[in-house]
């Protein structure tokens, strides 16, 4: 049973750039969320996706944007690129529908670079 | 707006003692969570603490949850060089559109022998 995905490992941009980040749920998930881990800080909530439409979000500006496809993965989109993007993106699956018993489960991260 | 505290932020520990993570948080929460991540790794989930006085053991580690004080600890028994991470605690609260985790500043940890 293949656990949460997340492509690529490491990525490095210059300022002003635009990045690409993909998730690719647990088994049986279907709601995607991002987080964003700054060094030495504890992961940012970014956003949630469920049903390919975006259903909460946290307080990051609309340079982040992201998408879910019907096989339930997910895209998280940045564009002009800060210094301060740089972080480990963390992608977390879950299941909507039964919230009580399932944990939300994370990949391994997205090193993210900009120089 | 839920906030999350840990501390401390760092804890120096001999090996073979005893001790104790705090996690305070302002608000009514769903689940409460608690991860450990090891230098430049994702999250290892620990534990997931549903209700009022759930405690929960796995090794070394125990972590217990206080909803009317809104504190949950984690306890470290014995610590060996093993448990050196960073750990931390996070809260859920789940609602009809979705559900979201506020994580606290997280707690390093590092075991001397």
């Known amino acids: 049973d293949a656990g949460v995905t997340q492509s690529p490992t490491h990525l490095i941009k210059t300022r002003g750039q635009q990045v690409t980040l993909r998730c690719s749920p647990k088994s049986g998930h279907d709601t995607v969320s991002w987080y964003q881990q700054a060094l030495g800080q504890g992961p940012q909530f970014i956003f949630q996706?469920?049903?390919?439409?975006?259903?909460q979000r946290g307080n990051f500006p609309d340079r982040f944007s992201g998408h879910q496809f019907p096989n339930y993965s997910s895209e998280l989109n940045v564009n002009a690129l800060l210094l301060g993007d740089s972080a480990l993106y963390l992608c977390?699956?879950?299941?909507?529908?039964?919230?009580?018993?399932?944990?939300?489960?994370f990949g391994p991260g997205t090193r993210l670079l900009v120089l | 707006e839920l906030k999350v505290e840990q501390n401390p932020l760092f804890l120096s520990m001999q090996e073979g003692k005893n001790y104790t993570i705090y996690c305070n948080y302002s608000?009514?929460?769903?689940?409460l969570y608690w991860y450990r991540q090891d230098p430049g790794k994702s999250l290892e989930s620990l534990f997931v603490?549903?209700?009022?006085?759930a405690v929960k053991q796995e090794g070394r580690l125990m972590a217990s949850l206080d909803t009317k004080a809104r504190l949950s600890t984690l306890h470290i028994t014995a610590a060996v060089h093993d448990l050196s991470a960073t750990y931390f605690c996070a809260v859920e609260i789940i609602k009809a559109a979705g559900n979201k985790l506020t994580f606290g500043g997280g707690t390093r940890v590092l075991v001397k022998p």
């Open positions: 608000t009514t929460s769903d689940r």
């Open positions: 603490l549903l209700s009022n006085g």
């Open positions: 996706y469920y049903e390919e439409e975006e259903r």
């Open positions: 977390a699956s879950s299941l909507i529908w039964d919230p009580l018993r399932e944990t939300q489960y």
